[in-house]
């Protein structure tokens, strides 16, 4: 053969020596490696503590729009799914490895520390002081804040539906209203009079709509529940 064949760990090994001092790249190595633990700390540091910041300088030209997005739409979103915003320190999730190395890399691009994030998640995955998809969001200033990072699974197909009830007092005296019916539709035939018409029906539905709108309210006051438009970024649990 009038070539050799090409051993790549001896290119490697090439490549390295041009780019650390051969005598002390062990030492070269391990700066970079202690650099990145300090960046790393940084970051989790400033996701665990409360920032006053109110925006983050970004590069223009390095900006995906399709990340960013107004609180207005944020708060639509969250009441209609029944979700939280809130700083980062209420969240008792772990956040993943993806998500720091997220926060590394635009923060690398735009040349920036970032501070005061956000995020959208179930109430479950915060830590809410007492009175299953995360998104992670950093301020731009002017209620406008930019995606850094999404992890977890996506919502239930049905959260929409099942949440709408509890976005307002309206909604859920519909909710009252259709779970009475049902029970009133459950009632065997006679059970309160030999023949049933229709102003029996209505007297029952008026009971049946009582007694759950009695429950509904214990369970509402006992567990501090409250709406989709009361709790979307509150850190209380029974707010």
């Known amino acids: 053969?009038?070539?050799?064949?090409?051993?790549?760990?001896?290119?490697?090994?090439?490549?390295?020596?041009?780019?650390?001092?051969?005598?002390?790249?062990?030492?070269?190595?391990?700066?970079?490696?202690?650099?990145?633990?300090?960046?790393?700390?940084?970051?989790?540091?400033?996701?665990?503590?409360?920032?006053?910041v109110i925006q983050n300088t970004f590069d223009l030209d390095h900006l995906e729009t399709h990340r960013i997005y107004h609180l207005d739409q944020i708060k639509k979103i969250c009441i209609t799914y029944r979700l939280r915003f809130l700083d980062s320190k209420y969240f008792k999730g772990k956040l993943p490895l993806s998500a720091i190395s997220a926060i590394k890399n635009l923060e690398k691009k735009h040349q920036t520390e970032l501070k005061g994030f956000k995020i959208i998640a179930p109430s479950k995955l915060f830590k809410l002081e007492n009175a299953d998809d995360p998104l992670l969001f950093a301020p731009m200033g002017n209620d406008y804040f930019y995606l850094v990072h999404k992890w977890g699974n996506d919502l239930h197909p049905l959260r929409k539906l099942m949440m709408w009830f509890f976005k307002s007092f309206e909604n859920l005296l519909i909710l009252t209203f259709l779970v009475s019916l049902l029970l009133t539709f459950m009632v065997p035939e006679g059970m309160f009079t030999k023949h049933s018409t229709a102003s029996t029906f209505i007297m029952i539905l008026f009971f049946m709509f009582k007694s759950v709108a009695a429950v509904v309210l214990f369970y509402g006051f006992a567990l501090g529940k409250n709406f989709n438009t009361v709790i979307w970024n509150s850190k209380y649990f029974n707010a």
């Open 1 to 52: 053969m009038l070539f050799p064949r090409t051993n790549i760990e001896q290119q490697l090994g090439k490549l390295r020596d041009k780019e650390f001092n051969a005598s002390t790249w062990k030492e070269q190595v391990s700066t970079i490696f202690l650099k990145e633990e300090k960046h790393k700390n940084r970051i989790l540091k400033n996701l665990e503590t409360s920032s006053p």
